[in-house]
């Protein structure tokens, strides 16, 4: 290349890099009228659930991709799981160039309550201080943590269909990728992303399984079904309904604890507590019906009525989808099935929830209603894949989720 091109295309890609900081770091512009006329919205959320062992001095680079723009982002750090308190001495949050590498500039520390390092005990969470600056929609965000001190069991979420990083030693306020050998497919401590927006605008928290965390999808592509529906709420245009919380944790239930507690338990934590969500989307089941363990239809509209009683008390919308088809999956019976129809006729028809999405239909062969549409089928005939998790997203009806 000429010397003289050659260093048009450096100018040219330096001022790419600084445009790309000041668009995602700008300043946050002054907003007339009251305080009350902005609050804090999720924008990115994952279930926390028991992960193993804690370990020192060990550093996490935690790769997001959050729905609704805004100022003030904050982070919050959770032990829920933990046995003993965490120590977090470095928290960084920047913005991702490729794999691990951040975009020059990005990397900003965090605080909490005015300082860098933070104990969070046992069974609780934190919020970081806000960062000045304005974080626009659809942003890949990358949280970078690193544990001073930890023992005992580790809190974070297993699937994240994510590639993640994770070093030895404090690395977190490097942008570099030298020191981030080590890939990692789970985010640890990190449950939640929010920023400040206008009054007017909430959010959504998906309660579900696997195929809500999104098995099946792409890694690394945002894939999920949430993630399809939040670019069309970013484009929408009502204001109402912007962020998005992915809450799906892999075999979850809704009665039972096991992978991870069950919605019932976890209905607080994981949607609830989080600020300016407006509407609770509601999928799941099929974990409870497959495996075979005696619970009846009944027993499952009696989780359903509660988790919607607990969630309308809270002053949220509630909105119930139908559970998709499995047969071919290995636990289908023929009793399964008739559970299976019996929920969804009570959801569907109950007046239970502000709105329902019929999942069910939307992801049914034409020709055997007991089973996923072969062009969606993920390939175990429970999961969807990526045409089949769009297709979910495609049939929510955008204005039911502020249907209240």
Not at 115 to 135: C, E, F, M
Not at 284 to 294: F, L, M, P, S
Request: hydrophobic residues 40%; contains cysteine; proline residues 4%.
């Amino acid at each position: 290349m000429p010397s003289g091109l050659f260093d048009l295309w450096r100018r040219l890609a330096a001022i790419t890099v600084t445009l790309l900081i000041a668009a995602a770091w700008a300043p946050a512009a002054a907003h007339a009228g009251p305080a009350a006329a902005r609050h804090d919205v999720i924008t990115w959320g994952a279930s926390a659930d028991r992960m193993g062992d804690a370990v020192p001095d060990h550093s996490y680079r935690l790769i997001v991709h959050t729905s609704v723009g805004g100022d003030g982002l904050r982070i919050r750090l959770s032990n829920a799981f933990g046995d003993q308190p965490v120590t977090f001495d470095s928290a960084y949050a920047g913005l991702q160039r490729e794999g691990a590498e951040l975009v020059p500039g990005s990397n900003r520390h965090l605080t909490f309550g005015g300082a860098r390092s933070v104990t969070v005990p046992a069974g609780d969470t934190t919020y970081s201080d806000p960062l000045p600056g304005r974080l626009p929609a659809a942003t890949t965000l990358v949280v970078s943590l690193h544990t001073a001190q930890a023992a005992g069991t580790a809190t974070g979420h297993s699937m994240a269909m994510q590639t993640s990083y994770a070093a030895n030693g404090d690395h977190a306020s490097e942008e570099g990728a030298d020191n981030w050998t080590e890939q990692i497919g789970s985010w640890f401590y990190l449950d939640s992303v929010t920023v400040r927006t206008a009054a007017q605008t909430g959010a959504v928290v998906t309660l579900g399984d696997s195929i809500t965390d999104g098995w099946q999808s792409t890694t690394d592509l945002d894939r999920r079904w949430p993630d399809y529906l939040s670019r069309r709420l970013q484009s929408a245009h009502d204001p109402s309904v912007k962020g998005v919380a992915n809450e799906g944790i892999s075999g979850n239930k809704v009665l039972a604890d096991g992978a991870g507690q069950s919605a019932l338990n976890r209905l607080e934590r994981d949607v609830l507590s989080h600020p300016g969500v407006r509407t609770v989307f509601l999928f799941e089941g099929v974990n409870d019906i497959k495996a075979h363990t005696g619970v009846t239809a009944q027993d499952m509209i009696d989780g359903y009525r509660t988790i919607s009683e607990r969630a309308h008390a809270a002053g949220k919308c509630v909105v119930g989808a139908t559970i998709a088809p499995f047969k071919g999956w290995s636990e289908w019976d023929p009793a399964a099935e008739s559970v299976r129809l019996q929920v969804n006729e009570f959801i569907r028809d109950s007046g239970e929830f502000d709105a329902v999405t019929d999942f069910d239909r939307t992801l049914r062969s034409p020709y055997d209603h007991e089973r996923i549409l072969p062009f969606f089928d993920g390939g175990d005939h429970l999961h969807p894949n990526d045409k089949g998790m769009q297709a979910m997203a495609d049939s929510v009806n955008v204005g039911d989720l502020s249907a209240c």
